[in-house]
């Protein structure tokens, strides 16, 4: 059975910083590209961040690129994404995601239950 655990989200102020972390169990982590996507409240989920099995390849959403960095560890199975000069705009609930091959850009089959990060301005 593929689990993916998130962690580390709640509340921030404006400009600071928050650390969301991903364990996943089930399937071959590092065989896996990872990525992060929120959704608001009535918004539609949006594509945060993703990382190719080796870290080698990252990709980022316009609206977070130059403030987040995904990155991974594939002794520990986790994903992680660190968010800087964070904005009321990012307050969402954050779920990781397990991709359908190695590369960034294929799709995701499986998704966690995602963990609240509330911005406060």
């Known amino acids: 059975q593929v689990q993916l655990v998130e962690s580390g989200g709640g509340l921030v102020q404006t400009g600071g910083s928050l650390s969301l972390s991903c364990t996943v169990s089930g399937l071959t982590f590092s065989s896996s590209a990872m990525g992060w996507f929120r959704q608001a409240p009535g918004k539609e989920r949006e594509f945060v961040a993703g990382i190719s099995w080796n870290g080698g390849t990252t990709i980022y959403g316009d609206s977070v690129k130059g403030r987040f960095t995904i990155s991974r560890d594939n002794v520990k199975n986790t994903v992680y994404l660190h968010m800087a000069d964070v904005k009321p705009g990012d307050t969402a609930v954050y779920s990781c995601?397990?991709?359908?091959?190695?590369?960034?850009?294929?799709?995701?089959?499986?998704w966690g239950q995602g963990t609240q990060v509330t911005v406060s301005s």
């Open positions: 995601a397990a991709g359908r091959s190695r590369y960034v850009g294929v799709g995701y089959n499986y």
